[in-house]
């Protein structure tokens, strides 16, 4: 009987709490909540920097094409209101001289407007002299990549007689705003790969353009940025263009006194 009092029991695995001194495990909620937190913030930081990487250019050819609007509007200023002629053309009609270099002046470029002649076509025999030279704020970002920068313009006029610029003549800010209105007026768009040499008295013409944006063949509103264009108005607002839109609403943004409707929710 004493034996079997005396019989050693088995013995019991000590509580958890004795093994660790009286703590309970960590509770690894903390873990998880650091992880989020260090993932929230990294989607901070690349996010944004993806997103410059993609609209950078888009942007800064809106800066750009907004001092080609300012320029016009300083023009405009000096010349009582009229914008400048889409060219100056010789006694028989021939297209000399391009507004692009009438703007010289208002765009920091002054010395070399004044080594241009205008008694000699734009591509005479000392104005060709000036053909190697880059005028950068006629040219969009996204059309310089991959390359050296080029000559030709990325910024265009669309001449028609219904239009802003007309062939004949030069209209005033204050017959736009009497018209259709400087906010549905556009001045100045986008056209990708061009072929047009920033000192041409060349651009895009109402008549003779597709009448939609991005359009894969033929000339007309066009840009290196995904599914846009930028374009600017009268009154000196530049817009992105969405190349979905209608072509009737793109003519009536292009025409001065077409007397069409048109409200923000349009374009």
């Known amino acids: 009987m004493s034996e079997s009092l005396n019989e050693k029991q088995p013995k ?8 660790n001194g009286g703590r309970k495990p960590p509770f690894r909620i903390m873990n ?5 937190f260090f993932l929230f913030v990294l989607a901070t930081l690349i996010l944004p920097a993806r997103q410059r990487e993609r609209h950078g250019p888009r942007h800064a050819c809106q800066s750009t094409i ?12 000096g010349k009582s209101g009229v ?18 270099v009438l703007l010289l002046p208002y765009l920091d470029q002054g010395d070399l407007y004044a080594k241009y002649r205008f008694d000699e076509p734009w591509d005479g025999p000392n104005n060709s002299k000036l053909h190697s030279i880059v005028v950068k704020v006629f040219q969009c970002p996204d059309d310089q990549k991959g390359g050296t920068p080029s000559t030709n313009t990325s910024y265009c006029a669309v001449i028609g007689d219904e ?11 204050d017959q736009i705003s009497k018209g259709d209105g400087l906010t549905n007026t556009l001045l100045v768009v986008e056209v990708a790969n061009s072929g047009i040499h920033w000192m041409e008295p060349r651009d895009l013409h109402l008549q003779q353009m597709s009448p939609t944006i991005n359009c894969k063949t033929g000339q007309g509103i066009s840009s290196r940025h995904p599914g846009v ?16 839109l209608p072509a009737a609403t793109i003519r009536a943004l292009l025409t001065v006194r077409g007397g069409e409707t048109i409200g923000d929710d349009d374009f």
């Open 229 to 244: 264009v930028n374009a600017a108005f009268a009154n000196g607002r530049v817009k992105p263009l969405s190349e979905q």
């Open 83 to 100: 914008l400048p002629p889409p060219y100056i053309a010789d006694a028989s009609g021939r297209p000399m001289h391009s507004w692009r």
């Open 163 to 173: 239009t802003a610029w007309p062939e004949d003549r030069s209209i005033s800010l």
């Open 12 to 19: 019991k695995s000590a509580p958890v709490s004795a093994v």
């Open 66 to 77: 907004r001092n080609i609007v300012l320029a016009l509007t300083n023009y405009c200023s």
């Open 32 to 36: 998880v909540v650091g992880l989020l």
